[in-house]
């Protein structure tokens, strides 16, 4: 475990959450190796799909003797007393053969009459219908083959309705055929899933949810998430992990009234939810208990995750900005030093409330095209316009109101994003100077 125990983290003015030592982060890049070990053995490598395979082995399912059963029943077994019982019993069973027999002769004998009354009527047709009488006799000659009655039509092919055939993509905005080998990027419907996601946002669509909470404001939820930053950077896991924990956090904050000494027990139990949801090997409750510096009992930990989970209707699947940056920095082919930079925007925007009200997947485009200006690599091209669906007239306000947040002076109760960001493994893009407004706003009029 990445904490070491002994004297605990004294709390910071004007909060009631300890403040946790920064530690360095993971990248998924191969440049630096982390020194550190993963808690309680998590891996150090990401893989882009968990094996879901559950393949069993048929012999499990099957009885040792199966091959056996044919023979099993040819064995007679002589009891006394019950020989007249077997031979009733043979009697019934030969009695039956008998019939069967019969019925198959009697069905010979009406199949015979019916052919010879088809092919008499067949020679009354006219001798232009030769053609079609081959065609019907071929036919009935793959029915009778197949054990199948005659003068039975194959079925009709049913068709596709509109609303659910697969829209082709031109070749200019695909950016999926070249996985085609790879089964686990499932290049046949990655871009029907990231649409499923995109419509799926509009059932998380947040409001300004802080005037309805009386006992917190803006300054309180910056800081639980930049202790909650802390807590994914110490713990190793992955960002998704830390999007989803604050996705929850403010969902269940627009639906409940929590009191300032409770908001940090909220936020560390939408992590434990979070981790079990997206992590191979999640910390256990004395993890997060410990990072909490004991603050709150394993009861209350565990009834706050039920009640969590009961407010939010057990629906926690739900869409983050980080999953779209990284397809939508695929469509550009951008590098790594381009995706980190902006990832940095957007995990600073998790701390800002009024993106609160964004949606992940447009956030995300602002926050890419603010990167791709910043290293001067162009606009909102067409192809991040076919497959995020905004054109650069919806980006705009958002670019504008992350410029506006990046512009402010930074906070320094509000460290954690800044220095993760200035380690040499994310490129140190948190030390990159801020491109000027006016190559802003004339990136955003280009368009």
Not at 215 to 237: G, T
């Amino acid at each position: 475990m990445p904490f070491t125990r002994g004297k605990k983290n004294t709390t910071t003015a004007g909060s009631k959450i300890p403040k946790l030592n920064a530690t360095e982060n993971q990248e998924e890049g191969p440049q630096v190796k982390r020194s550190s070990s993963p808690p309680h053995g998590a891996p150090k490598k990401r893989t882009a799909f968990i094996d879901i395979t559950n393949a069993a082995d048929l012999s499990d399912c099957w009885p040792n003797n199966a091959g056996n059963f044919k023979s099993a029943h040819k064995v007679q077994i002589s009891i006394p007393g019950r020989k007249k019982e077997l031979g009733k019993k043979t009697g019934k069973k030969a009695n039956s053969t008998f019939v069967s027999a019969k019925n198959q002769t009697n069905l010979k004998k009406s199949s015979s009459v019916s052919s010879e009354e088809t092919t008499a009527d067949r020679e009354k047709l006219p001798a232009e219908d030769e053609e079609k009488r081959e065609e019907e006799d071929s036919r009935r000659d793959e029915a009778a083959a197949g054990g199948e009655l005659e003068d039975v039509a194959p079925p009709a092919a049913s068709e596709v309705p509109a609303h659910l055939q697969k829209r082709p993509i031109s070749k200019e905005f695909d950016i999926d055929s070249e996985n085609s080998e790879d089964c686990y990027m499932c290049p046949e419907y990655a871009k029907d899933i990231f649409d499923y996601l995109k419509c799926r946002e509009e059932k998380f669509v947040l409001t300004d949810y802080m005037p309805k909470q009386p006992s917190l404001n803006p300054e309180m939820r910056a800081i639980l998430i930049d202790w909650l930053v802390e807590v994914q950077e110490n713990f190793e896991l992955y960002h998704e992990t830390l999007y989803l924990a604050v996705k929850m956090t403010d969902h269940f904050l627009s639906k409940t009234v929590v009191l300032r000494e409770m908001l940090q027990l909220v936020g560390s139990t939408a992590m434990l939810i979070a981790s079990k949801f997206e992590e191979r090997s999640p910390p256990c409750v004395d993890d997060f208990l410990y990072i909490c510096d004991d603050a709150y009992k394993r009861e209350e930990l565990i009834s706050m995750e039920a009640n969590i989970l009961q407010t939010l209707s057990f629906d926690i699947s739900i869409p983050i900005p980080y999953r779209f940056l990284r397809r939508y920095a695929k469509c550009v082919n951008a590098g790594m030093d381009t995706l980190t930079l902006a990832r940095y925007y957007c995990e600073m925007s998790l701390m800002e409330m009024d993106l609160v009200t964004e949606r992940g997947s447009l956030l995300a485009s602002a926050c890419l095209l603010m990167a791709l200006v910043s290293k001067d690599l162009g606009g909102w091209s067409p192809i991040l316009q076919f497959h995020s669906g905004y054109e650069m007239s919806d980006l705009a306000p958002v670019v504008r109101k992350l410029y506006l947040m990046l512009l402010a002076p930074p906070d320094e109760k509000l460290k954690a994003i800044r220095n993760k960001y200035s380690h040499k493994v994310f490129f140190e893009v948190a030390s990159l100077p801020l491109v000027s407004m006016d190559v802003l706003e004339k990136a955003l009029a280009s368009q």
